[in-house]
């Protein structure tokens, strides 16, 4: 899941790379995360993994 791999330390592109899916697919996916979870940044999401705060909200 490309949220793990950002809450590694991964970039983008990095995390392309471990997925075999491209940067562009694995910068749509953080998008809509960030959409649906109203994050802002990496550093949100891997807060949110590393804490086990799931990364979704019940309105959506």
Not at 1 to 21: D, H, K, V
Not at 34 to 54: N, Q, Y
Request: overall charge positive.
């Amino acid at each position: 899941m490309p949220s793990t791999l950002i809450a590694e330390g991964l970039t983008n592109r990095q995390t392309a790379t471990a997925t075999r899916f491209s940067a562009d697919a694995v910068a749509n996916r953080l998008s809509r995360l960030f959409t649906r979870t109203d994050l802002k940044s990496h550093t949100e999401v891997a807060t949110g993994v590393l804490i086990g705060s799931p990364l979704t909200t019940d309105s959506h």
